[in-house]
């Protein structure tokens, strides 16, 4: 294996281990799809599922990862970038001992048996050694540490963190403001969301850092200083309409939403992504539609969500027609996933804080996505949550989590899909109805 590969296959297993989900053998498409989600998220860079699939060796590709791809990796698993990694790998690499080859093979064999007396004085001289420091450190008199090694005392109000987005909408960039003068060691991070992994490195002794956000949502900022959180801020990226968009690394690929909203309808059609030079196959591009700022007010322990969509694509590696509706969550989501009958083992159920894998939860009433209209529900009360299709109770599930605001809704499609209704609604009269 060359260096680099080697370095990759490192950075893998980082990943692997942070992320828990068993070996990687076994890691379906939908793990690839939430795994993409998350590093997005982590990062702001957007790797494709396919991307994602031919770095862990899933399918065969002969050059290597881009510098783009590897730098998303490596911040991700918590490293400034893939330099950075490859740094550290070095320094472990440096750093470990080497071990003498006493009497190896290649070594001088000792003329008889008796050659082994040769090493008996040194060694015995080394136990005696080694024996009069042990006796000396169990009776001397214990001394007091030095003042530069007691721990020093962060105090969270001695640091400041604070924000401006540049403009309204997406993409913007955020400008963070953040004063950790006072910092004793320079382990200073900006963490951009709940995830931990999401950490980008500051100067001490800077005070401004900007991160560009490419789609809408709810990310709670914290300057962290080792690892202890000294500030926390909400940051909220609110939308005025619908935004339609094509996932593609490193930047998504916006559809203007005047050729989207048709008929009442949101309609992603094959041909405005071919018309951009998108290829749909061999793999299929994922496409998003999101609305992010009109649900405030509703929480997941009180509120209905009903919609009705549908699948347009289902040619060549489209064949499970994989589609998922977010309903995103401050902090958190709810994540209903859909399929063809047959792919029922790759879903994925996320809701209540828990997860819920098609290869070891029966999932199958979600596969019932096709190229019909098809109504889907999701209700939240008294700690539970139920799902409905086409008005049939398909699911239910008891949330293990503290009631959330619900700030958004967020469509993904395999392919192209299409989103004739949305309301949400509450036991108190709270309402709305998006008319498309």
């Known amino acids: 294996m060359l260096p680099e590969e080697k370095l990759l296959a490192a950075l893998r297993q980082k990943i692997e281990t942070s992320l828990a989900w068993g070996p990687m053998e076994q890691w379906t498409n939908n793990d690839f799809e939430v795994l993409s989600d998350r590093i997005a998220e982590a990062t702001t860079t957007t790797l494709s599922t396919t991307t994602l699939k031919r770095v862990w060796g899933r399918v065969a590709y002969a050059s290597q990862p881009s510098t783009t791809t590897l730098d998303a990796l490596a911040v991700f698993a918590g490293y400034e970038h893939w330099r950075a990694f490859r740094a550290s790998q070095t ?58 090694s007691l721990p020093a005392i962060i105090k969270p109000e001695d640091y400041h963190l604070s924000f401006r987005p540049v403009t309204t909408g997406v993409p913007n960039s955020v400008v963070f403001s953040y004063d950790a003068g006072k910092a004793p060691v320079d382990q200073v991070f900006l963490q951009q969301s709940w995830d931990e992994r999401r950490r980008e490195k500051l100067d001490r002794n800077g005070n401004v850092h900007t991160s560009i956000y490419y789609l809408p949502g709810y990310y709670r900022a914290k300057l962290v200083v080792g690892n202890q959180i000294v500030a926390e801020r909400e940051l909220y990226l609110r939308v005025e309409d619908w935004v339609a968009a094509v996932s593609r690394e490193p930047v998504p690929v916006y559809l203007p939403i005047e050729d989207i909203r048709q008929n009442g309808q ?33 929480w997941s322990n009180d509120f209905t969500f009903q919609t009705r969509l549908r699948h347009d694509y289902a040619t060549g590696a489209a064949a499970c027609q994989h589609a998922r509706v977010l309903l995103l969550l401050k902090n958190d989501a709810i994540i209903i996933p859909l399929s063809a009958p047959g792919c029922v083992a790759d879903l994925s159920l996320y809701a209540g804080g828990k997860s819920y894998d098609g290869r070891n939860t029966d999932l199958s009433p979600f596969g019932i996505i096709g190229d019909n209209w098809l109504d889907l529900s999701c209700t939240g009360k008294d700690g539970l949550l139920t799902f409905r299709v086409n008005g049939k109770r398909i699911f239910q599930v008891e949330s293990e989590e503290s009631p ?19 309301r949400f609604g509450n036991s108190s009269g709270k309402i709305w109805v998006e008319e498309f």
């Open 91 to 148: 320094e472990v690499t440096v750093a470990a001992p080497s071990i003498p080859r006493i009497a190896s093979e290649d070594a001088p064999k000792p003329e008889s048996s008796s050659g082994w007396k040769n090493y008996a004085w040194p060694l015995g001289i080394a136990a005696m050694l080694a024996l009069t420091l042990l006796l000396y450190q169990s009776f001397a008199p214990a001394s007091a540490p030095e003042e530069s």
């Open 266 to 298: 949101l309609a992603i059609a094959e041909k405005q992504l071919l018309d951009l030079g998108l290829d749909l196959q061999p793999e299929p591009p994922v496409t998003v539609l999101t609305n992010v700022g009109k649900t405030e007010g509703l």
């Open 404 to 422: 959330k605001e619900i700030i958004g809704i967020r469509y993904e499609f395999s392919g192209m899909g299409s989103v004739d209704e949305l």
